[in-house]
């Protein structure tokens, strides 16, 4: 790293000692520069006196300011002393300090101060500057005082200036500091969210992939019991069925660790379609329930729209044989048109101890799933017949 470097980190790190170094570096140099010039006893005494309040320029600047101005003011009425070659590194040094820290109304304060200052400068200067070496010719007062008046202010001005430039690069600095900071915090809550989201997604698909299966093991199962003392060959047949549906969870399993293994997507993920009902309403069948299967149009929706209308008549099924294993008959029905689709199932098993809308952890992804796609779900008894249960979904406007 450059020396300079170190030496302005040293200075950001340390403003105090930083400044009383800078000063005592000016103030010697002036003294070294211009001491030999005034051969008085009373001008080196005012230049030291003026400095002092130099070393609180860091801790308190606009104080220092009018500390600094008014010393000068007195020693230029009282003693026509004027610590011009003080001032002139030392006033620009402070008015960029006040520019740079202070508040609006005291930096416009300071500085107006300043400018008075450089007006009294000009208009005394024939005392300080032309009587001492001699009566001053007509007009060469008024020439001396606006020269030194100008460029006092100038000195003045060029000083301020530079303060309020720096103080807008620190308040941009901070700015985007600040947004960096937020957009930082920003990115870890959608990280977190994302996370959260993703976890929900695979919690859904676990249930519907696990409830669904083991809903038609379990009814194969019972079955298969029950016949294999009188129809041993259908209970053969019964006890395939259960190991492919077994083997078809397990495979649907091992693809949902796989995306929790991985962090990018991967084309294994489980994405039934509307295609796959039909597969579905089979494995139903097989399990002993009888099943209308009814669709009607072509659907016009995104793969995540109909994986969502899968899941509805999935977890519709599910519930039927978890729940109305007495169920007469069931009846699932697809509705497409070219801007929404609907699906509904109906079974008229439904029981006292029948799901409410809402009431169980697969309704209630199923109501997340479709409220993702802007579309309704409902689910409960006939409002006619108690003893008939009804799941309807609507989707809407997700072209594919």
Known sequence: MAAHIRLAR????????????????????TFILFGAVNGDGVTPWCTAVCAVPLYFRKAAPVATAYAVGGLALAALLIFNVAAIDLCLWAVPCVL????SRASGPARRGVYTTALVGCVVLGLTSRRW???????????????VG????????????????????????????????ERARRLEVERDQEVRLAAQDE????????HDV?????????????GARYAAASEPGVAVDTLGTIAETARGSLSEMRRLLGVLRTEEETSTAPVPQLAQVEDLVASVRRAGVPVDFRVAGEPHLSQGAQLTLYRVVQEALTNVLKHAGGARSVRVELTHTA?????????DGATPTSRAPGGGYGLQGLRERVDLYGGTLTAGPHPERADVFLVSADLSGEQP
Do not use: K, Y
């Not at 040293?10 to 140099?29: C, D, F, Q, T, Y």
């Not at 976890?199 to 676990?206: D, L, N, P, T």
């Open 339 to 347: 801007r929404s689709s609907h699906v509904e199932v109906r079974n």
């Open 210 to 222: 696990v409830a669904h299966s083991l809903s038609v093991v379990i009814a194969q199962a019972d």
């Open 96 to 99: 960029h300090t006040v520019a």
């Open 199 to 206: 976890r929900a997604r695979i919690a859904r698909e676990m």
């Open 146 to 177: 606006i020269t030194s008046a100008v460029l006092a202010a100038a000195f003045a001005t060029v000083g301020f200036l530079t303060g309020d430039l720096a103080r807008e690069r620190r308040r941009r600095r901070e700015e985007l500091e």
């Open 129 to 143: 500057l032309l009587e001492p070496s001699g009566p001053p010719a007509p007009g060469q007062w008024a020439i």
């Open 10 to 29: 040293w200075a950001e790190r340390h403003p105090h000692r930083s400044n009383a170094v800078l000063m005592s570096l000016g103030i010697a140099l």
